[in-house]
């Protein structure tokens, strides 16, 4: 099969950990040239330095999506060193769930998240948009989430930054068709990743499961204990509950790995059985 990936430049924000990590050492292992952008720059050096002891290339940088100009340097980093960009993935985020009763505990959260989920997209989309343009071909890859699909309690500032990624990704798809692809990523809920480290009020998490919390909170607690079944783990299974983020990778993955002419624009990745009623 001809290979789609091997020799493109990628640049990943929020590369430390999670899916950007991930993403960074499966592109690596099959050629591509990666530079693994995070504000945690120590993270990023961790991720780059995986990809180089498995035999790939990559860089590391410092950035802030919430600052314009750090995401710019990114993208000059991974020209300087490649030549050029061919896939900007905008992956960075959080996850800060909570009621609008809990405002006066999340507010700053909150403003966080529309300044990383939201204004993180766009800049991503800004460092990159003249480079693709001018090479007359590139990739978007935006993370937004199963939460963008509809309004739900406990979710309305994640949720809305969400649902923007998607207009963001749309609207650059429209104007730039013939020069940059671009793809929507909604992943489902990963209880393993560390975005749930960013809610704000677990309770909010009633929104996306609705009847199905029940279940979900004692699957959580049979995974901490280790006591949930492992047929449930495998993702062979029909009744997949708990889907690993390497799946999601894997989706980013496969997305890239189109010829140039052929753009997967929107793609879902969930359990086959999992709890989320989005």
């Known amino acids: 099969m001809t290979d789609h990936i091997a020799g493109k430049s990628i640049v990943v924000t929020g590369a430390g950990g999670g899916f ?11 050629g591509a040239k990666l530079t693994c952008a995070d504000i945690d720059l120590a993270a990023a050096e961790a991720t780059a330095g995986a990809v180089r002891e498995a035999g790939g290339e990559a860089q590391a940088v410092a950035c802030d999506v919430r600052e ?4 710019r340097a990114a993208v000059a980093a991974s020209v300087d060193a490649y030549g050029g960009v061919d896939v900007m993935l905008n992956n960075a985020g959080i996850m800060p769930l909570a009621f ?9 959260a909150w403003n966080r998240c529309i300044d990383i989920n939201l204004k993180g997209i766009m800049h991503g989309i800004v460092a990159v948009h003249d480079q693709m343009i001018a090479q007359d071909r590139g990739q978007v890859i935006n993370i937004a989430s199963i939460y963008g699909n509809f309004p739900v309690a406990g979710a309305g500032i994640y949720s809305a930054t969400k649902a923007a990624v998607g207009f963001l990704s749309e609207s650059l798809r429209v104007e730039s068709r013939g020069k940059i692809k671009v793809t929507t990523i909604r992943p489902t809920g990963v209880p393993t990743t560390g975005l749930s480290a ?3 009020n677990q309770a909010a998490g009633v929104g996306i499961l609705g009847q199905n919390m029940p279940d979900f909170m004692e699957m959580l607690g049979q995974l901490a204990e280790g006591t949930f079944p492992a047929e449930r783990l495998d993702p062979d299974n029909i009744d997949y ?5 390497e799946h999601i990778a894997d989706a980013v993955i496969h997305v890239i ?3 140039w002419g052929v753009s997967i624009s929107d793609v879902t990745v969930r359990g086959a059985g999992d709890h989320f009623i989005l």
């Open 198 to 200: 960013t809610v704000v």
């Open 20 to 30: 950007g990590r991930l993403v960074c050492e499966k592109a690596g292992a099959r």
């Open 100 to 108: 609008w009763a809990d405002h006066e505990a999340a507010l700053d």
């Open 68 to 71: 314009v100009g750090d995401v």
């Open 257 to 259: 790995d189109q010829p």
């Open 241 to 245: 509950a708990s889907l690993a983020p």
